[in-house]
């Protein structure tokens, strides 16, 4: 059973630094696609960035400069580094990967569970 599970999330001040980190465990094939996501109160969830198997990255407009995402395949994992955090930052990041398990010969999509990202004075 592959499981995606994010830490590195908290309060923060304006202008302040975070970074998020995601790994997935369980009987892994390959990790395609990596991303995170955000939601905030009331509105969808959005991408925020994504970065391919050979480290090809896309970023949302709002966070372009800010954000990096990066990731580490032999641990089958992706960080979020998030610099000159603004309070519109504020959100719920969710991990997301593509993931083809041990003995499948599909990838599914999966979601970690979510890590608060408050960024307040």
């Known amino acids: 059973q592959v499981q995606l599970v994010e830490s590195g999330g908290g309060l923060v001040q304006p202008g302040g630094s975070l970074r998020l980190s995601c790994a997935a465990s369980?009987?892994?094939?390959?990790?395609?696609?990596m991303a995170w996501y955000r939601q905030a109160p009331g509105k969808q969830r959005e991408l925020v960035a994504k970065i391919t198997a050979i480290g090809n990255t896309n970023y949302a407009d709002s966070v372009k400069g800010r954000f990096t995402i990066s990731r580490e395949n032999a641990k089958n994992a992706v960080f979020l580094q998030m610099n000159s955090l603004k309070p519109e930052d504020t959100a719920v990041y969710y991990c997301?990967?593509?993931?083809?398990?041990?003995?499948?010969?599909?990838?599914?999509?999966?979601w970690g569970q979510g890590t608060q990202v408050t960024v307040s004075s």
């Open positions: 997301n990967a593509e993931i083809r398990p041990q003995g499948s010969l599909n990838s599914n999509n999966y």
């Open positions: 369980g009987s892994i094939f390959s990790t395609r696609v």
